[in-house]
């Protein structure tokens, strides 16, 4: 008897349904194809223990088994559920005609339970997308399909109750989400706050304007200024993220298996890998490609702290995702694109010992030796960072002021109202929706400049040697610090404090 039973696979961000032919005939033995990995040739062993433990068997017949279409490359254990329900549905030992209406994915423990799976949201927006009734999976992971309207989801816990639920013994209720309602939920008071900052008014001033247009960001100052302190900071101060922005950052940690909270994220990502990464596991890829880093860190923050210890090779892959926001990963029978829209916030010592450009300490480090360390960051990357900011150490006085420096509440409503006039600005724009995000024709349209602010731009690119990247970013910037002033147009004042945050331009720091 042929049985077809549905289950899905993921690519990237997308799910693809998947096809399961179960035939059982006369003979001996267990075919399984259709390019399956190990994990799922493996799959005989789990059904049958699964099987026999609630009552059922696996035939001693021949079965042959297909995994539709045959020419796509499927892993992982959570075909163990719809392999299992379509040898029971074909040797006869279950009896339905519903369960070609439903997506069914699950890894099965020996005892029949289920264990959770990857990428739950992409395969129930696909589900629905191509008309099934519902979706069955395990439990764990019941909140996160469930984010899809206009489709039964239901989790269970054990086979037991998906084959009773076909023969009629047993009723389920579907998984309620209230998307809306769970969205909203908003974080007033974060767990960092820059009202712990004591002093570094002027590098709070660098990572709201940062915030405001998005603006990649440096941080450069010797050890136990607030560098990190800071950057964990930045993401209390970003505008909330619109309902597109939470189904896209849930997708990508639903497909890395790596959702903290069930259901949808409502806060923006803070990624922060350490030094020793690969390149692969910072921009994705692998044999089986899984998200990287910079994927992970999508709508939210990628934290990069001392940013020259990280290899060379490394951050130069960063390179083109950084122009780009998204990357790609090629293999030879396929290609993945995964969105990697991120705000970079590093930090570095400007020096070996760290303390070069601290009247407070001696410089122990030879010019030879800080130019070695320095130039393990490439000009071409440092262009793609928009603002470059000092960071000195906070006096005593300012440590034992008892005073509460300004909330991250405060700060964010600055930030959010001039995100606002961005979204305005840019609403004819597919792709853009903020000021780091302009393209050389949004650029010549949004930050003209007057003849005073022309000089005085000119004037700066001359003596600081800049790149035509790094007027772009001067530009950026200034049309970001505008917009935080309310102020229509950009002028001299904007480009003039625009122009400081490029402190590694200046001589004496890259040579």
Same mark, same amino acid.
């Given at each position: 008897?042929?049985?077809?039973?549905?289950?899905?696979?993921?690519?990237?961000?997308?799910?693809?349904?998947?096809?399961?032919?179960?035939?059982?005939?006369?003979?001996?033995?267990?075919?399984?194809?259709?390019?399956?990995?190990?994990?799922? &040739?493996?799959?005989?062993?789990?059904?049958?223990?699964?099987?026999?433990?609630?009552?059922?068997?696996?035939?001693?017949?021949?079965?042959?088994?297909?995994?539709?279409?045959?020419?796509?490359?499927?892993?992982?254990?959570?075909?163990?559920?719809?392999?299992?329900?379509?040898?029971?549905?074909?040797?006869?030992?279950?009896?339905?005609?519903?369960?070609?209406?439903?997506?069914?994915?699950?890894?099965?423990?020996?005892?029949?339970?289920?264990?959770?799976? &990857?990428?739950?949201?992409?395969?129930?927006?696909?589900?629905?997308?191509?008309?099934?009734?519902? %979706?069955?999976?395990?439990?764990?992971?019941?909140?996160?399909?469930?984010?899809?309207?206009?489709?039964?989801?239901?989790?269970?816990?054990?086979?037991?109750?998906?084959?009773?639920?076909?023969?009629?013994?047993?009723?389920?209720?579907?998984?309620?989400?209230?998307?809306?309602?769970?969205?909203?939920?908003?974080?007033?008071?974060? @767990? %960092?706050? %820059?009202?712990?900052?004591?002093?570094?008014?002027?590098?709070?001033?660098?990572?709201?304007?940062?915030?405001?247009?998005?603006?990649?960001?440096?941080?450069?100052?010797?050890?136990?200024?607030?560098?990190?302190?800071?950057?964990?900071?930045?993401?209390?101060?970003?505008?909330?993220?619109?309902?597109?922005?939470?189904?896209?950052?849930?997708?990508?940690?639903?497909?890395?298996?790596?959702?903290?909270?069930?259901?949808?994220?409502?806060?923006?990502?803070?990624?922060?890998?350490?030094?020793?990464?690969?390149?692969?596991?910072?921009?994705?890829?692998?044999?089986?490609?899984?998200?990287?880093?910079?994927?992970?860190?999508?709508?939210?923050?990628?934290?990069?702290?001392?940013?020259?210890?990280?290899?060379?090779?490394?951050?130069?892959?960063?390179?083109?995702?950084?122009?780009?926001? @998204?990357?790609?990963?090629?293999?030879?029978?396929?290609?993945?694109?995964?969105?990697?829209?991120?705000?970079?916030?590093?930090?570095?010592?400007?020096?070996? /010992?760290?303390?070069?450009?601290?009247?407070?300490?001696?410089?122990?480090?030879?010019?030879? @030796?800080?130019?070695?360390?320095?130039?393990?960051?490439?000009?071409?990357?440092?262009?793609?960072?928009?603002?470059?900011?000092?960071?000195?150490?906070?006096?005593?006085?300012?440590?034992?002021?008892?005073?509460?420096?300004?909330?991250?509440?405060?700060?964010?409503?600055?930030?959010?109202?001039?995100?606002?006039?961005?979204?305005?600005?840019?609403?004819?724009?597919?792709?853009?929706?903020?000021?780091?995000?302009?393209?050389?024709?949004?650029?010549?349209?949004?930050?003209?400049?007057?003849?005073?602010?022309?000089?005085?731009?000119?004037?700066?690119?001359?003596?600081?040697?800049?790149?035509?990247?790094?007027?772009?970013?001067?530009?950026?910037?200034?049309?970001?610090?505008?917009?935080?002033?309310? /102020?229509?147009?950009? @002028? /001299?004042?904007?480009?003039?404090?625009?122009?400081?945050?490029?402190?590694?331009?200046?001589?004496?720091?890259?040579?």
């Amino acid at each position: 008897m042929l049985v077809k039973v549905y289950g899905s696979a993921v690519f990237g961000v997308e799910a693809t349904t998947i096809t399961i032919e179960v035939n059982i005939d006369k003979g001996i033995g267990y075919h399984l194809v259709g390019l399956p990995d190990n994990a799922i &040739k493996e799959s005989s062993y789990r059904i049958a223990a699964a099987l026999k433990n609630n009552g059922y068997e696996l035939p001693g017949k021949k079965i042959i088994i297909n995994l539709a279409p045959a020419d796509l490359r499927k892993e992982g254990s959570a075909y163990d559920l719809p392999l299992a329900m379509g040898i029971l549905v074909a040797s006869g030992q279950i009896k339905t005609d519903e369960i070609d209406r439903y997506i069914i994915m699950g890894e099965l423990s020996l005892d029949g339970g289920l264990q959770p799976i &990857k990428g739950a949201l992409p395969i129930a927006i696909k589900a629905k997308e191509e008309g099934y009734k519902g %979706f069955f999976l395990p439990i764990q992971n019941a909140k996160e399909a469930a984010i899809v309207s206009d489709l039964e989801v239901y989790g269970i816990e054990n086979i037991k109750e998906i084959i009773e639920f076909f023969t009629g013994k047993r009723t389920l209720e579907p998984t309620i989400f209230d998307t809306r309602k769970e969205f909203y939920k908003t974080l007033d008071f974060p @767990e %960092f706050d %820059f009202s712990d900052v004591k002093g570094q008014e002027s590098i709070k001033r660098c990572m709201e304007i940062a915030a405001a247009g998005g603006h990649n960001i440096i941080l450069i100052g010797p050890p136990g200024a607030g560098k990190t302190m800071l950057a964990k900071r930045l993401p209390s101060i970003l505008p909330p993220m619109t309902l597109k922005e939470a189904l896209e950052t849930t997708k990508i940690h639903s497909v890395a298996g790596k959702l903290k909270e069930v259901g949808l994220m409502n806060q923006r990502p803070f990624r922060s890998p350490h030094h020793t990464i690969s390149n692969v596991a910072l921009v994705g890829g692998g044999s089986y490609p899984q998200p990287g880093e910079i994927s992970m860190a999508h709508n939210g923050v990628l934290f990069l702290d001392e940013l020259p210890e990280f290899k060379r090779d490394v951050l130069e892959v960063m390179r083109q995702p950084l122009e780009d926001r @998204e990357v790609t990963i090629s293999r030879a029978k396929f290609t993945i694109t995964y969105p990697s829209s991120f705000m970079l916030v590093a930090s570095m010592n400007p020096s070996p /010992s760290g303390f070069f450009n601290d009247p407070s300490a001696p410089t122990t480090s030879s010019p030879y @030796e800080m130019q070695r360390y320095l130039s393990k960051i490439s000009g071409p990357l440092l262009d793609r960072i928009d603002i470059h900011i000092e960071v000195t150490p906070v006096p005593f006085e300012k440590l034992s002021d008892t005073q509460k420096a300004e909330s991250s509440v405060t700060i964010r409503e600055r930030v959010t109202k001039a995100r606002e006039l961005q979204s305005v600005r840019f609403e004819p724009f597919e792709k853009i929706n903020y000021n780091a995000q302009m393209g050389t024709k949004q650029i010549r349209e949004f930050c003209a400049l007057n003849e005073t602010s022309l000089q005085l731009l000119k004037t700066a690119m001359e003596r600081l040697n800049l790149s035509a990247r790094a007027y772009d970013r001067i530009l950026k910037v200034s049309r970001t610090i505008a917009d935080l002033g309310n /102020s229509p147009t950009i @002028e /001299s004042q904007h480009i003039a404090e625009a122009i400081q945050y490029r402190s590694l331009d200046r001589d004496g720091w890259l040579g």
